[in-house]
């Protein structure tokens, strides 16, 4: 239930009132819901995200907005999956953390402020759980 922006703009957000299934052939075991997008891992620790996508947040290798659950486009596993405003992060089972989407303050790389795929952030301590904070300049 809540608001799903389908597109940019007032005409773009469907509103459900009450719960509503989410149809997919996927059996997810952890869901994440970010302020543009969702994303999840099944059961076997594969990633899927859908939603928007201008700044790479479903990990895709696109910025093509995905209604339906999308694989991450990654060979690794998951354990723990966050999805943010415009960025979404991962954990492995070995505690690596993977980040991709907006990265406008380089926290993640230093290369490109849009992340199209998960990429290692680089000298990050072992996790075994990701989340995020909405921050109001944000």
């Not at 992340?115 to 000298?123: C, F, N, R």
């Amino acid at each position: 239930w809540g608001t799903y922006q389908k597109a940019p703009g007032p005409e773009g957000a469907v509103n459900y009132e009450k719960p509503t299934k989410l149809e997919s052939r996927i059996a997810f075991s952890v869901l994440s819901i970010g302020s543009t997008h969702k994303c999840g891992l099944s059961r076997d620790g594969h990633a899927y995200c859908w939603g928007m996508n201008g700044w790479g947040q479903l990990g895709d290798r696109t910025s093509q907005d995905r209604p339906e659950p999308t694989a991450v486009k990654t060979d690794r596993t998951f354990r723990a999956i966050a999805a943010g405003a415009f960025h979404t992060c991962a954990a492995t089972a070995v505690g690596e953390t993977y980040c991709w989407g907006r990265d406008l303050r380089t926290e993640f790389t230093a290369a490109t402020p849009k992340i199209l795929e998960p990429t290692l952030v680089e000298g990050a301590p072992k996790v075994s759980s990701v989340a995020f904070q909405q921050r109001s300049e944000d």
